[in-house]
């Protein structure tokens, strides 16, 4: 099973963003938090932004939306280049429809769940996604501390995808850290988001190849 470690820039200088980018060439993808003051209340960039940070990045993107009428918005991520989009199922009216343009334009299209939101919400429409995201943290900020209940979450994910075989990555996203990420990918999940954890040391691409390496030590899938 491969681990994939994607720090977030939410924790980058945004004034500093193609020096804070290489600073992660040892990563899988670059988390790129898309907020617009509705969907969640913090703002940070559109497409313009998400096009300079493509252009600069040395990884693929792992564009994860957070904002109101996604199904209009989303498919302009995929086009833009980013090779993940992660839509909010709580955002959107048609997800599978969504769901297959973004693929259709040839990105892997992933599906988000707030805390509250149960995966038994979307099962049946899970196999149109490539990848599941349990938030680990109410969505809006960065360095908030992980929510061990939603594990629960993530090994029903799991469950499902050894049941149906419908190859998803299992990704969480909030709170994840040394400490974390052992009990995440002892759950199940492969696919880890980390925003503090990677920027706020002085060694991003040192904290990349740890937290790495202790999710693959407490991965048994
Ligand atoms: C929160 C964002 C996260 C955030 C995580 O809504 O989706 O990607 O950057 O930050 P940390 O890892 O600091 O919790
Ligand atoms: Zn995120």
Do not use: C
């Given at each position: 099973?491969?681990?994939?470690?994607?720090?977030?820039?939410?924790?980058?200088?945004?004034?500093?963003?193609?020096?804070?980018?290489?600073?992660?060439?040892?990563?899988?993808?670059?988390?790129?938090d898309v907020m617009d003051n509705?969907?969640?209340?913090?703002?940070?960039?559109?497409?313009?932004?998400?096009?300079?940070?493509?252009?600069?990045?040395?990884?693929?993107?792992?564009?994860?939306?957070?904002?109101?009428?996604?199904?209009?918005?989303?498919?302009?991520?995929?086009?833009?280049?980013?090779?993940?989009?992660?839509?909010?199922?709580?955002?959107?009216?048609?997800?599978?429809?969504?769901?297959?343009?973004?693929?259709?334009?040839?990105?892997?299209?992933?599906?988000?769940?707030?805390?509250?939101?149960?995966?038994?919400?979307v099962e049946e429409i899970a196999?149109?996604?490539?990848?599941?995201?349990?938030?680990?943290?109410?969505?809006?900020?960065?360095?908030?501390?992980?929510?061990?209940?939603?594990?629960?979450?993530?090994?029903?994910?799991?469950?499902?995808?050894?049941?149906?075989?419908?190859?998803?990555?299992?990704q969480v996203d909030g709170g994840?850290?040394?400490?974390?990420?052992?009990?995440?990918?002892?759950?199940?999940?492969?696919?880890?988001?980390?925003?503090?954890?990677?920027?706020?040391?002085?060694?991003?691409?040192?904290?990349?190849?740890?937290?790495?390496?202790?999710?693959?030590?407490?991965?048994?899938?």
């Amino acid at each position: 099973m491969s681990i994939r470690i994607n720090p977030s820039i939410l924790s980058a200088d945004f004034a500093n963003m193609a020096h804070d980018l290489g600073l992660i060439e040892n990563a899988d993808f670059a988390h790129v938090d898309v907020m617009d003051n509705h969907f969640v209340p913090n703002l940070t960039f559109g497409p313009q932004m998400v096009s300079r940070i493509k252009a600069t990045s040395p990884v693929p993107l792992d564009v994860h939306l957070m904002i109101a009428d996604q199904d209009r918005w989303a498919p302009g991520y995929a086009e833009l280049g980013a090779e993940s989009v992660t839509l909010h199922v709580e955002a959107t009216v048609d997800p599978v429809a969504t769901a297959k343009r973004i693929r259709e334009i040839g990105a892997r299209v992933g599906l988000a769940l707030k805390p509250a939101t149960p995966f038994a919400a979307v099962e049946e429409i899970a196999a149109h996604f490539d990848q599941i995201l349990v938030m680990t943290v109410e969505p809006g900020f960065g360095g908030q501390s992980f929510m061990v209940d939603q594990m629960a979450k993530v090994s029903q994910v799991a469950a499902f995808r050894s049941t149906t075989g419908v190859n998803l990555w299992i990704q969480v996203d909030g709170g994840v850290d040394a400490n974390t990420i052992a009990i995440a990918a002892e759950a199940g999940a492969d696919t880890f988001v980390a925003g503090s954890a990677v920027y706020g040391t002085d060694n991003p691409a040192l904290a990349v190849e740890n937290l790495r390496k202790i999710a693959r030590e407490h991965s048994h899938h």
